[in-house]
């Protein structure tokens, strides 16, 4: 059977050669070449309109991340607050729910895969005395909203492609984004620090659309969900290994580390969850709410 | 061809719904030129707030894609009405008047069922977002349902004046005042 | 079906659908629907059109065309041109074919305060073109000065074009519009040189008395100095541009703010004419805007159907040589522009030559910003030209046939500096270098 799957960048970004890649290698490997699969990119659908088209059967795959769809529903979001241990989170029954709340929109759970590191701010100026971010501009989509107010800074609304030259001129005093990019986009040329410690994890799913998955024979399913756990684990290894380069090549490029202040730096995992529990709560409702309750039951979750 | 008999009250019913389609296509448009004087200002506003005043809005920028959006579509319809949207007439021209009229018919009619067509599954995922509370992905959260609903409009407004436009070259007269742009 | 029938099919019925005058917007949703039918078997891609719709309506980088057009037109309905006017003329002073000159100043001035080259068209066509015969100016000169000059707006920021290529060809914005300012104003150089040249091989073609001119210095300088504020405005726009403090659309929206201040202060802006101005832009960005959103899925549902893979593969397996890679893409924008409207061809070529490009390693601004110049020529080559038509509705009693031929100097020498610009790619790179 042949599959397509839509997928929210294209190869430059590192987690689709990770995961998509392997993914698409793999399935076609176990199955024997039974199952194959497509990938269309983010030109053939602006990456936050990619839910519905799959979820009503235009494309059988997706792979994106939770914030994608957050004005949908914000299950998936959630899982950048859970901790970042593949095999905890398939135990706790966490993946049950959300599969669950997304099947009720015609869409099941493949996979959750873990970049293996988290988000942090791009700043012009160390942290000052406040710890915080008192009184900076800062650039944020709405995953980091209500954390840039909890550290006392405001928002800023740019296009990813202006962050090069708001920081360069110091239209925003920084940016925040997943520790993987400041590389890639030379940001590292027009910021010097980097705030540690970093927050939250960075996590893609994979979706598949539900007739699709019925339409599947039970061999097939299992092939798939095999391999999506499998390389759950072994994704995330990789992921581990480009994370350390990724970090030394930064501070190689000149980014200095500047930590939160004493008060601060333990909290803002917790500051950065609270904000996505509270967009979980609020788009996926009492879903959202059943999921919050049992990362916290299994202690998966600071706040 | 003048209207008589039979037909009378029916075609005095559809002038009268012709005259109350034109008055929306206005009013719709007033809000689009409200929304471009909007969009001016929320924006210039925004560079002053954050750069002079080190104070961002976060919903400035919001607000102006959305009131981007309702340029487009609350003045398509006007332009519909008008037949001021841009097209290749060369070829149109250079046909004799009896062929020229058949083609206008053509085309009349093919344009008020693809935005016919298209209004109706743009009304489906209107129910859609209405009934999910489905937000647009923003700082500010503001329901979709909002910009889909001004889609819809535009699609099936524009597909009624197409309809017009193809009746009246059956009609003749009844209430075409192609006056040209604004 | 093989891939190749599909796409000429498509491009085929395009240009079938544009010629039965169907609405541009209209003949992509058409061929958008029938091309998800056909993929699908059914009707339920059209969700795919109407988010795509949404997405591209809300698109703040597309914002910046509603203001380019509002800046326009402030400029033009209040007395602002007048004093431009008055300003070129007392620099230009008596000297022989001194309307030419003062014609591709002035357009040069317009062009850089115009998101478009229709408004520029029509504007001097209907102020300077009557002078200019009363004058005893060739008619056809006089006609190729305007053509030439109105035809830099779109390259010269602010530039809708710009915007809407930008949008669709994935560069930066701002980078595409500070790279028009040098190869905008080299045209202007070159059609100075040609006028020249042409009234010193040929001195019957301006009228043979030099004009006396019966100002002072004092009331020159004054003249001109009463143009200062209004250079203001594209003062800045390109310094919030190339310093980075504002978006290009956050820019525009400035200028248009400075243009309202500016034309109330210094020339004759009032309410009425400011709402008359808001009531024109919310009517052309309709048209504008309407195809934009109608047509962004075309691009996308090609992908869909692993067209554009396969027409890519099959491109660069052709392994020519760059050069001819180069003017392949070139000439065809400029042919499909002489009959097709510009934002069409754009739509229509640049998803599928964007992947073309990176593959033959093109530096990308430096590619799209001699693809801007080129599809800008669309304006004025025959038969189907936006500047044709404005200045022969501005022209009153000129015909389509004297603007053709008018055009086909304006055009050699446009492709003369597109060569220039292929050559010397330091012309379009280097301002943008410095942001
Ligand atoms: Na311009
Ligand atoms: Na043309």
Redesign the interface.
Known sequence: KDLTLLSSWDDNYNAVPVFVGQFVEKLKEKSNGDLSV?V??P????P??QL??VA???FDMLFTHG??H???TGMAFGLDAVKDDPIARRESGIYELIDKHYQSRGLKLIGVFSSASGYHFLLRQPIAEDGALK?R?IRAS?TY?DMVQELQG??????P??IY??L??G?VDGAAWPVFGAMEYRWYEVSDYMTRPTFGVTNQVMLMNLDTWNGLSKQQQDTIMEVARELEVSGRQVFADLWAKEDAAMQEAGLEITQFGPDVAPKVDAMFAEGVWKQVR??AGADGEAFHKLAVEKGLTSQ | MSASGPFRPVRHALCLLAAFQDVITRITFVVAVIASAYLTLVLAWEVIA??AL???T?W???TAAISFALITFCAAPMLAWKSGHANMNMVVNALPEHIAVWLQRFTWLLACTVCLIAAWFGFA?LK?VFA?N??????T?IP?WWLMLAIVYALSNMGFYFLRHFLCTWAGSCEQNNTGAT | MEWYVLISAAVGLMLLLFATGLPIFLSFLTLNLLGLYAL?GNF??V??VV??M??TGTS??LAAIPLFILLGEILFRSSAVNVMFNAVDAVVGAVKSRLYIVSVILSTIFGALSGSAMAVAAMMGASLLPEMEKRGYQKNMSLGTILGGSSLAPIIPPSVMAVVLGILAGV?I?GLLVAGVLPGLLLALVFFIYIVIRVKLNPKLAPAVIESSSLSAQERIKLLLRAVPFLAIIATILVLII?????PTEAAAMGCVVAMITCSLFASLRWPTLVQALRSTAWTTGMIMIIMVCSVSF??IL??S?VTTHLVNAVTSLEWHPVLMFIMLMALGFVLCMFIDQIAVMILLV?LYKPIIAALGFDPLWFWAIFLVNVSIGNVTPPFGYTLFALQGAAKGTTIQELYRASVPVILLYLLVIVVLALVPDIILWLPSL?
Do not use: C
């Not at chain 3, 310093?243 to 978006?247: D, N, P, Y």
């Open positions: 497509q269309r990119g030109e053939t659908v602006p936050f309109e519905q088209p009503g059967g235009l914030a994608y957050l004005g949908e009184g501009k709405a909203h405001a928002v800023v609304t740019l296009p492609s202006e030259s708001s360069e001129r239209v609020n788009r | 954050r750069y080190n104070n961002p976060g400035g920028p919001d995922e859609r999910g489905v937000m647009m992905i923003a700082v959260p979709k | 699908t339920k891609g969700l795919l988010n795509s949404y997405d703040l980088s930066s701002s310093s980075g403090v504002a978006t691009s996308q992908n869909m692993g998803p942001m």
